[in-house]
């Protein structure tokens, strides 16, 4: 019972000494470390998490990242082919993938990233000053420019994309990893975060973007124009034909009614002589009251008809007095 007291509190005893010099560390799953004597690594890199043993005071634990990181490279301004100075801001996604080659040539994490920003950056910079604008700018080179409401033939001539931003993207990512893997980084992924304009050139931007919307907003209302006059123009010829219609109707009526008319007098006037002889009386006084006034002076000579009728009236008219 007393040697295996003894034996416990020497086992303790051990454990805390072990912990006291060094010679005990432990490994989370997130980490991997490379352990170093003298400054020189020493043995494989430990990515196994749990207790692990090195020999005290002689070598040391340096702790690795295991997880995927994150670069976020600073906005930076550069120009493409067509000479127009935009501000680019990138973003990738990185992880160690050979712990030994990296840390013998980067050490630790900062100088990782800032090998990261001179490769990367780099890279970016190549690409953007091989391709012109708006191939930075449009994201694929199948992208269909908004056309709405123009016609097939009145479309507006856009200029055609041969890369697209993606495959530019894509080109940095694949020249970077390659560059990367000597340090013992695999690049996960690369994007283009943000496009800006740089400040000097945006108003010439903005100018040929209003420029072109203008430009649609012109054809849209040449077309509401022409298509007005033709509904106008539709419209009046409407308006004549039925004027027309109708007046023809107007006159057909008339004609209709002055031939019944016609009929009617003939037949209430035509029946004896004495009523054909009072209608070709009524008929000349209509027609001396349309062409006799107060204020006409008429010479008559003593055989015309109106001279008869007026003498005779006078005499009537000279009886009666009597």
Request: glycine share 6%; no cysteine; net charge neutral.
């Amino acid at each position: 019972m007393k040697r295996l007291y003894l034996g416990t509190i020497a086992s303790i005893s051990l454990v805390f000494f072990l912990f006291a010099t060094g010679a005990i560390y432990t490994v989370r799953e997130d980490q991997q470390v490379i352990l170093t004597q003298f400054g020189k690594p020493v043995g494989e890199p430990v990515k196994k998490a749990g207790l692990h043993f090195k020999i005290p005071f002689i070598q040391k634990v340096n702790v690795l990242e295991k997880r995927v990181l994150a670069w976020d490279g600073q906005s930076s301004q550069m120009p493409t082919r067509d000479k127009t100075y935009i501000m680019v801001d990138t973003f990738a996604r990185w992880e160690i993938s050979n712990p030994l080659a990296y840390f013998q040539k980067l050490r630790d994490e900062r100088s990782a990233l800032s090998r990261l920003d001179d490769i990367l950056g780099s890279e970016t910079r190549n690409a953007v000053a091989k391709n012109d604008l708006i191939e930075v700018v449009r994201s694929t080179k199948d992208r269909i420019p908004d056309t709405t409401g123009l016609q097939k033939d009145e479309a507006i001539d856009f200029e055609p994309i041969k890369v697209g931003r993606r495959a530019i993207e894509q080109k940095v990512f694949e020249t970077a990893k390659a560059k990367l893997e000597t340090f013992g980084i695999n690049l996960l992924d690369l994007r283009i975060k943000r496009i800006n304009y740089n400040q000097e050139v945006a108003p010439q931007i903005y100018q040929r973007m209003i420029s072109e919307r203008q430009q649609i907003a012109e054809r849209f209302r040449s077309e509401g124009a022409g298509e007005a006059a033709r509904i106008k123009g539709k419209m009046d010829r409407e308006i004549k034909t039925i004027e027309s219609e109708a007046y023809a109707k107007v006159q057909s009526i008339l004609g209709q009614a002055e031939a019944e008319s016609t009929r009617i007098y003939a037949e209430a006037f035509g029946a004896t002589k004495e009523r054909e002889d009072f209608y070709e009386f009524v008929k000349t006084l209509e027609a001396y009251d349309k062409i006799l006034d107060a204020n006409t002076t008429v010479i008559l000579s003593t055989e015309s008809d109106l001279f008869e009728l007026l003498k005779g009236s006078s005499s009537d008219r000279e009886g009666a007095s009597e």
